[in-house]
Nanobody, 124 residues
Framework: QVQLVESGGGLVQPGGSLRLSCAAS????????MGWYRQAPGKQRELVAE???????NYADSAKGRFTISRDNAKNTVYLQMNSLKTEDTAVYLC??????????????????WGQGTQVTVSS
């Protein structure tokens, strides 16, 4: 099993910054892809930024130029630096990872995992 633990959310004024962290732990052979989604009340979950399985980054249009995703492979951790925050960025931010694990029963297998989410509120 794999656990994703997010941290770094909070209340910030418009124009402010926050840095989110997501640490993966557990039965990890390889992390194929990892990134951040968000879900605001009454809206669908949407991609914010991610590292793809090919190692490139992918950003939502709303995040381009303001948010930066980075990672520490040794720590199985991704970060999301969010600058110039707007009220419309208010949401629960969730970490997602596509992970290869191994099992004495099943051998190598692949699964997607979600963190519990961290609340980001942008308000004056």
């Amino acid at each position: 099993q794999v656990q994703l633990v997010e941290s770094g959310g909070g209340l910030v004024q418009p124009g402010g910054s926050l840095r989110l962290s997501c640490a993966a732990s557990g039965n990890i052979v390889r992390i194929n892809a990892m990134g951040w989604y968000r879900q605001a009340p009454g809206k669908q979950r949407e991609l914010v930024a991610e590292f793809t399985s090919g190692g490139s980054t992918n950003y939502a249009d709303s995040a381009k130029g303001r948010f930066t995703i980075s990672r520490d492979n040794a720590k199985n951790t991704v970060y999301l630096q969010m600058n110039s925050l707007k009220t419309e960025d208010t949401a629960v931010y969730l970490c997602n990872a596509d992970v290869q694990s191994d099992s004495s029963t099943y051998g190598v297998y692949r699964n997607h995992y979600w963190g519990q989410g961290t609340q980001v509120t942008v308000s004056s």
